[in-house]
């Protein structure tokens, strides 16, 4: 049918009329009946224009060309569109997870570690400094005289001077997004597998090094009764209890890791420690900071310090600690109980508090922060009982409570705001009193009829066992001495000759702990971890300075130090990151410190590599590495920052 007007006959006047097939737009918009005339009735009547659709002309349309570029680009957006729309339902997704969970639910959206404000860093007045140094080196890469080699090692150890000021990361790597289900829906390792392990835990917990040396907290029949909750769920179980399976879990399936002669099989138990990793990083970082006060949520802390601590991140360590600490003076565990508390609970509480304290106090001189347990507030007995059955628990932490007491003191009269303040023959006589209580520690520790040592061999240790556990303990004593006597003034040296001769003995112990032939590496993962990750390893930093200052009456046998403790590391640096980052930091010194040298041995026949000398000199007191006059203020924090470098990311430096 032609929809066009039509044309027909007036009969009245026998002039044509044009028709139209459609209604008009004013009858059409008032919903009144059209003759269909052009023009109708009705808007004669009304005498406005009478214009129908047909008398519309087509819009004229602009034709567009759309070429292949246009394509990708338009394909591009709605790529990205898509992507932000899943990602706005995920984040959804888990806010309505939190929610939805019940009142005394503690889990909140965790904040990006990119949101956080940069942290203390405990009288860090270096930035001043490392700007200097930053421009003080961009001018010396560019001298034409100097060695290739010299050149290259001031590029590399630029990089890491703008690393200073870089903020600690603190945040998760593997968390993940919860689950609408929130932790219930996180997956675990196989029910078979995990039921076949506690049945050997059940039988002989020493087939499991990690769950015997370290998570004596927890006895087999209570975590027995944590996995039940977990993996026969009947009632909601709280996210400690989820934080405590996923961390027991985690390490029983290392120990399995390292103990299997097949690959494959290795690579199995690897894959459900991760997932177990996975579960415990998700579940720590949706923690709210406001827990319930129950003894569960200070058990699950205790063991995610003991985690970060396992990954070589002690700023994350010290976050969760700061919060058990919190739930330790909240509970009164702090104080002695009362005589009606049973002996059980006594010990738990106990053992919890002063593993609390020890991590309170080392961590704080790790980080140059000020410990947040107050020593004046405790009341409770320094005799810690013995935990589940097994004796040298309570020697352990007995033993590291005692050095504990002592590193922080010597934060708090050598090293704190306050105390770098104090009078100079203050200062020395603190030093000297904390120097004597260290050396009894010390010699209490080596004692060979000690209780550490006779438990350890009523729990079935072997003497190689027990003189690594000794010599790591040793390691950490050294390395505070050294800090301590740092602090000692000397006449014609940075550094005091007791001070050198301790951060000797400190490398050279070390080194010969690393070359032991039965030492798996479980064992010195354990050592990099609690002994030079956790304490601020000072006496590598003394003997880099020393030979820097003595360059030309420098000991071979000194570099030689570095150089060993450097090549000890290396097989370890495929399992751990920061020890892969200790390790680059350490090659990055030894070579510094071995030009330095050959520049300094150069000088009177070169004067371009004695101009080198000097530069060397400027350029190493300005990061706080090269020993000045007075530098004991800003020595410490210097060190401090370097150790912080194992904590950040190190993109785009150079080896």
């Not at 030689?560 to 590391?569: A, D, N, R």
Request: net charge negative.
């Amino acid at each position: 049918m032609d929809p066009s007007p039509k044309s027909g006959g007036d009969p009245r006047s026998g002039s044509p009329i044009e028709v139209s097939s459609r209604a008009c737009d004013y009858c059409r918009t008032r919903k009144i009946r059209c003759d269909k005339r052009i023009p109708c009735s009705n808007c004669r009547n009304a005498q406005r224009p009478c214009v129908s659709p047909e008398q519309k002309g087509k819009e004229q349309r602009h034709r567009v060309l759309i070429t292949t570029q246009y394509e990708r680009k338009i394909d591009g957006i709605s790529d990205r569109l898509s992507a932000v729309e899943q990602l706005l339902r995920t984040l959804i997704d888990g806010r309505q997870s939190v929610s939805q969970s019940s009142p005394a639910s503690t889990l909140e959206t965790p904040q990006s570690p990119d949101d956080a404000e940069e942290g203390f860093e405990g009288h860090s007045s270096l930035a001043a400094q490392t700007m200097f140094a930053d421009e003080f080196a961009t001018k010396l890469t560019i001298h034409p005289n100097w060695d290739p080699n010299l050149t290259e090692a001031l590029l590399s150890l630029h990089q890491v001077v703008k690393k200073q000021n870089q903020q600690p990361n603190v945040g998760f790597a593997h968390r993940r997004v919860l689950p609408k289900l929130g932790l219930a829906g996180l997956t675990m390792p196989p029910q078979p597998l995990v039921i076949s392990i506690l049945r050997e835990l059940k039988g002989e917990s020493q087939a499991y090094p990690y769950f015997n040396d370290i998570l004596w907290l927890h006895s087999v029949d209570n975590f027995i009764n944590y996995c039940r909750e977990v993996y026969f769920c009947t009632n909601d179980y709280s996210e400690a209890v989820f934080i405590i399976v996923n961390a027991i879990l985690y390490y029983l399936f290392f120990d399995r890791e390292t103990r299997s002669t097949n690959t494959e099989e290795a690579d199995r138990y690897r894959g459900y420690r991760d997932q177990c990793r996975d579960n415990l990083e998700t579940a720590l970082s949706y923690l709210n900071i406001l827990l319930p006060v129950r003894l569960e949520y200070l058990h699950a802390l205790t063991l995610g310090v003991m985690f970060a601590i396992d990954l070589g991140r002690p700023s994350l360590a010290w976050q969760l600690n700061c919060t058990a600490a919190r739930l330790c003076t909240e509970m009164g565990i702090h104080r002695e109980p009362p005589d009606t508390e049973s002996p059980q609970s006594r010990e738990s509480k106990a053992s919890l508090f002063w593993l609390t304290y020890s991590h309170d106090r080392s961590l704080a001189l790790r980080l140059g922060r000020a410990p947040v347990i107050k020593e004046t507030d405790i009341t409770l007995s320094h005799d810690v009982p013995i935990i589940n059955g097994a004796a040298i628990s309570g020697d352990m932490i007995r033993q590291w409570a005692n050095l504990a007491r002592i590193q922080g003191r010597v934060f708090d009269e050598l090293y704190s705001g306050q105390a770098l303040k104090r009078p100079g023959l203050e200062r020395l006589a603190s030093a000297q009193r904390l120097a004597e209580d260290l050396k009894l520690v010390g010699i209490m520790n080596e004692n060979p009829n000690n209780l550490v040592s006779a438990h350890a061999t009523e729990a079935g240790m072997c003497a190689s066992e027990i003189e690594c556990i000794m010599l790591s303990e040793k390691i950490t004593i050294l390395s505070t001495l050294t800090l301590v006597y740092r602090a000692i003034p000397s006449p014609s040296s940075a550094f005091s000759p007791e001070c050198i001769e301790t951060a000797r003995t400190a490398i050279h112990v070390h080194n010969q702990f690393m070359r032991q032939e039965w030492l798996n590496e479980t064992w010195k993962l354990s050592h990099m971890y609690w002994s030079i990750l956790h304490t601020p390893f000072i006496p590598f930093i003394v003997l880099f300075c020393h030979i820097i200052e003595t360059a030309e009456a420098a000991e071979a046998s000194d570099l030689q130090f570095l150089g060993e403790f450097v090549t000890s590391i290396e097989t370890l640096v495929h399992i751990s990151e920061p020890i892969q980052k200790l390790h680059r930091l350490g090659q990055l010194l030894h070579k510094v410190a071995a030009l330095y040298v050959e520049a300094k041995l150069q000088q009177p026949e070169d004067q371009a590599m004695a101009i080198a000398g000097n530069d060397f000199d400027a350029y190493l007191t300005s990061i706080g590495l090269m020993p000045s006059e007075d530098s004991s203020s800003a020595w410490f924090p210097g060190n401090t920052d370097l150790m912080d470098l194992l904590e950040q990311e190190w993109t785009g430096s150079r080896d």
